[in-house]
């Protein structure tokens, strides 16, 4: 082969090769967009059961908060999501539901529980696997040393037992009968109000106790009346209280009452109507401040309805824990640890911050049912 026709044979090869159809040249892979990160909190609280009535406006709050959370882009990079499970308040239930959260949906960290009696049950489960509880509602003195994971935002019920006492004092009364459900929550404040009684010279004539299941307490009822005592003091679930009042009512027991935090509620209102008039009862401390407004704003335009007992805490719960998340890697004993150091944070609920318990401070309000509704109340 001569090199004259070597050179068109060689022309027409790199013509041939220019020409290849398009398809058949390999193109580069697309770049696929990236995904934003996803968080997972798991929120633990009553959606049925006495305390439902607390625990579904919570809900709200909750969903509230994560909604703003994400579209604020306050996880930078990461979206949250919160897995909701209902424990009817039962520390059955609840450890079911914490353990879930743990094994199977790997979340981390926990809004909840709301009652005391279930955060006691689930921290050990949460301690042992290093992940990160903070109750909003949870009182019992005992869950200061329930871990070092173990957080809550409201203050411990040797405020609020100390407050109660404080206030029957001031009203004068000197003989003090006593009927409380039979659970973590009421036994604990129950302890703290009788340690205080005693102090301030009160006479407890009289402790009578029911079973969460319960719905008839007219024998209760009747053995505090016997005792003739100048006023009641009374810890129970919303349910449970509007039945309480009626039957005091029925059995023409007219006596003061001072209720704890978990019978602020509409339901008890609702179910005991007149019975309800007077009552007054004691409720951590939320103070007037634009966070609160701001709040109660958008509270009312998801809702419909105005903020209740704790919504503003467990709002704040989401916010604290996001804020610990977006400083940190996102893990558990980071946020942990950020929480124990993270200083005064202002929000919905007011200005607090944790101390080396995980436990914050603060002071308590007053309520009284007048004409139907609930108004601040203050001791004259």
Known sequence: ????????????????????????????PEAKPVE???VVFGWLGPLTGGAATIGVPVKDAVELAVGEINANNVIPGKNLK????????????????????????KVTAIVGGLCSGTVLADAPIVE?????????????????????????????????????ASLMQKLGYKKVGIIHIQNDYAVGLTDVFKGEAKKLGLEVVATETYNPDSTDFKTQIAKIKAKRPDALYMVSHPADAAIVLKQISELGF????????????DA??????????????TLPGVPKSPELEKFASAYKAKTGKEFSAYTPEAYDVVYILAKACGATDCTSTAMK????????????????????????????????????????????
């Open 1 to 28: 082969m001569n090199r004259t026709l070597i050179g068109i044979l060689s022309l027409l090869l790199v013509l041939l090769v220019a020409c290849a159809p398009a398809q058949e040249q390999k193109a580069e």
């Open 254 to 265: 007219k006596v003061p009452i001072v209720g704890a935090d978990a019978s602020k509620d």
């Open 337 to 380: 640890d950020y929480l124990y150091g993270m200083g005064p944070y202002t929000g919905a609920s007011g200005t607090y911050e944790f101390d080396k318990d995980g436990e914050v401070d603060k002071p308590y309000d007053y309520f009284v049912v007048k004409d139907g509704k609930w108004e601040q109340y203050v001791a004259s």
């Open 82 to 105: 919160m897995i909701y499970e209902d424990d009817s308040c039962d520390p059955k239930k609840s450890t079911t539901s914490t353990q879930k959260f743990v094994d199977v949906d």
């Open 36 to 38: 934003k990160g996803e």
């Open 128 to 164: 042992d696997k290093k992940v990160l509880m903070m109750s909003f509602s949870a009182t019992n003195p005992k869950i200061k040393d329930a871990g070092d994971y173990i957080f809550r935002n409201v203050p411990s019920d040797n405020g609020q037992g100390t407050a109660a």
């Open 268 to 281: 008890v209102i609702s179910g005991a109507g007149k019975a309800a008039e007077g009552l007054i009862v």
